[in-house]
């Protein structure tokens, strides 16, 4: 807890500043304005004795002010933003042209004079005490225009881009990761810089951030001339994915699960007889004895290191499942309790998951308890060769989402828990960082504002198989890019079911396959219909497993279209390696919505359902079941040039473009030589 700097009032008022800092105090309420990071500021206020230290999504960053201060205002200026603050606690800030961008929300009779002054008396920054303990808090903006659009947030399971209108759970669940950064229409950036389960909803009238339980509101704001500036001025102060390793641009291929070494090995090599491409196989969960052992079980994986050494004279990475939770009857249970290292429940039994076991997640918050973690993985797994994990239960997904009843090292789930998947990421990141590894990748089921910087490749979660889950993964994954997330993937297929001999579902597999070739990380995964026999009694082949999932296991026809995709998925790396590049120096999102490269253009904005896959691929995914034919809008600015038949078209215009079941959509930039990885 930092104390607050002594004050030097100013004709009497309410403000003062500290160096670059700008202070506001009224009653009980301390605020802070400053500069953080080119064209932003951050604003934290709190009605505890002393301002809390934490940075939570932040990396420290510099930045210039100008402060003025009077009597009855004062504002302060970084680059291209401004706030200014009146003697009623109003907060307004503007972009270099004097425009208002945010406005805060505030109706009540401190000035008579302004315009603001309402017999409503609802305040811009309301702090309700939570009897014997912190505050709720709920901060309101006014909406400054019905035609705003925001974007961003992270991932969740609605098929709107466009976030206007929407409330969102600020709190995450399996397939929902709460990313709380929102790009808006009108050139501004917004961090909820606060890791409480709350909710936003933005508003035709008032856009409002609510927390459940906090000490402080902490909040950061950019202010940018298209949406590139705003998306690279949050990674500035966010920070950025580490370089994607060149394996991970392939293709990976994983099920409901491989039961054992031996089926594992044969899949590798029957892709390798088949001479498919192929980077990374998976050994799923339950390959353990019990939850919280994280090693392999000696049953079925009698010689780890033979089979990692096999794979990786193929040029296949094995990736590893992890899960956070630590069954009751597993060897590190009593040890990891004693020394203070699991979640805690307010009330009733200690248990946050019953599935195939009574466990407990480990307290990823906890600094020892993340070394703890690590060392078990290190000695297991990491020593073995293997260099990349599933993180899996990342939210961390309870049986019962009552978020008040678990408690964390760092405090309760109410008020801190949207951390616990940043704290999880950082545990294998750090791990294997001390190892000297350069080009960390982990793919996770969750995120917060912040994980990018630890590796984490984030996936969409255990969604259903079906088109109407299908389209909601393309918003999903264009707000995660936007909201800093640029490593994203889903279970192509979608998770939950879909027989591999339905030719219903032969048809959505294709059509996500296609489509999961223009995303940053290409990954079959799922748990396919009817559940295939047991293989033993005992440890984790307790936990059956799904049907075939390999590209050979739907049908000839599929397979042709999928052989299709994944050799024109290795032709694409070197232009995808460059996209890595940007996303890890400045934070460019690799899938993004059409307006990041053609903001002028307003129709671009208007388009959910086409994409830009790096700057110079256009992608109009077929997502509606017996579609045959599409429409596409080609962004003006530039002319096009379809990918697969060399045809230019004008850019302005909507197109029909022909969507055979092989066919998926793709327009080219002119002037790209991208065409010859098409038509070969």
């Known amino acids: 807890m930092a104390l607050f700097p002594e004050e030097k009032k100013v004709n009497n008022s309410m403000f003062s500043k500290d160096g670059s800092r700008l202070i506001y105090r009224y009653d009980a309420e301390t605020l802070w304005i400053e500069p953080w990071g080119q064209n932003s500021l951050r604003v934290r206020a709190t009605k505890l004795p002393a301002m809390p230290e934490e940075d939570w999504a932040l990396l420290k960053a510099e930045g210039s002010a100008d402060i003025e201060i009077s009597p009855y205002s004062a504002s302060i200026r970084n680059g291209k933003i401004k706030a200014v603050i009146t003697n009623a606690g109003k907060i307004t800030f503007y972009n270099q042209k004097g425009q208002v961008l945010l406005d805060e929300y505030l109706r009540n009779r401190k000035d008579i004079n302004a315009d603001y002054c309402s017999a409503l008396d609802i305040e811009a920054r309301e702090f309700k005490p939570i009897i014997g303990g912190d505050y709720e808090l709920t901060v309101r903006f006014e909406s400054q225009s019905p035609y705003e659009k925001i974007y961003g947030m992270g991932q969740y399971q609605q098929p709107y881009l466009d976030l206007k209108g929407t409330e969102l759970e600020l709190a995450h669940r399996n397939s929902q990761a709460s990313v709380p950064f929102c790009l808006s229409s009108l050139g501004y950036g917004f961090l909820w810089n606060n890791p409480a389960i709350g909710r936003v909803t933005f508003g035709k009238n008032i856009i409002s951030w609510y927390a459940r339980s906090t000490r402080i509101m902490d909040y950061w704001v950019t202010a940018g001339d298209s949406p590139a500036e705003i998306v690279e001025a949050y990674a500035g102060v966010t920070g950025t994915v580490p370089m994607m390793p060149d394996y991970a641009m392939g293709f990976w291929q994983c099920k409901l699960r491989y039961q054992t070494q031996e089926e594992l090995l044969n899949i590798a090599r029957e892709y390798k007889k088949r001479n498919l491409p192929i980077s990374v196989i998976v050994v799923d969960f339950f390959h353990w004895y019990l939850q919280g052992e994280w090693k392999f079980d000696p049953v079925y994986w009698p010689d780890p290191d033979a089979m990692i050494r096999e794979l990786r004279e193929m040029g296949i990475e094995l990736m590893v499942s992890i899960w956070p939770t630590v069954d009751y009857r597993s060897e590190n249970f009593k040890e990891m309790l004693q020394k203070g290292y699991l979640v805690r429940t307010e009330r009733g039994m200690r248990i946050c998951m019953d599935f195939q076991g009574n466990t407990i997640h480990f307290d990823a918050t906890n600094p020892d308890a993340r070394r703890y973690v690590w060392q078990k993985a290190k000695e297991n797994y990491y020593d073995k060769g293997i260099r990349i994990f599933w993180l899996d239960e990342a939210e961390p997904e309870y049986g019962v989402y009552d978020f008040d009843n678990y408690r964390y090292y760092l405090g309760p789930d109410v008020q801190i828990g949207n951390i616990y998947p940043v704290k999880y990421a950082q545990t294998f990141y750090e791990g294997m960082e001390a190892e000297g590894q350069e080009n960390i990748i982990n793919l996770i089921r969750c995120a917060w504002a912040g994980s990018q910087r630890y590796g984490a490749l984030v996936w ?4 259903h198989s079906s088109f109407s889950s299908f389209r909601c993964q393309l918003a999903a994954g264009l707000n995660m890019g936007l909201a800093g997330i640029p490593w994203w993937t889903t279970d192509i297929g979608g998770f939950h079911g879909g027989n591999p001999e339905d030719p219903q579902f032969r048809e959505l597999l294709v ?8 995303c940053p990380v290409m990954r079959l995964h799922g748990c396919r219909v009817p559940e295939q026999p047991q293989v033993g009694t005992t440890g984790g082949a307790t936990c059956r ?27 694409l790396k070197p232009y995808i390696k460059i ?16 307006f990041y490269d053609f903001p002028e253009d307003k129709m671009a904005w208007n388009c959910e359902d086409a994409y830009m896959f790096g700057p110079d691929i256009l992608v109009a995914p077929v997502m509606y079941k017996g579609l045959k034919a599409r429409e596409v809008y080609l962004p003006s600015g530039t002319d096009w040039e379809n990918a697969w038949t060399g045809e230019k078209l004008a850019g302005g215009n909507t197109v029909t473009a022909e969507a055979p079941l092989d066919t998926i959509p793709v327009f080219l930039r002119t002037g790209t030589d991208l065409g010859k990885l098409f038509r070969v």
């Open 511 to 518: 059509r996500w396959f296609e489509w999961g070739t223009f």
């Open 460 to 463: 969409s979660g255990d969604i």
């Open 579 to 594: 996209q890595m590049k940007a996303a890890h120096e400045r934070g460019t999102p690799v899938m993004r919505p059409l």
């Open 545 to 571: 497993s799904g049907a075939p999932n390999e590209v050979w296991s739907f049908g000839e026809e599929a397979y042709e279209i999928l052989k299709k995709y994944l050799f024109l998925r290795e032709r």
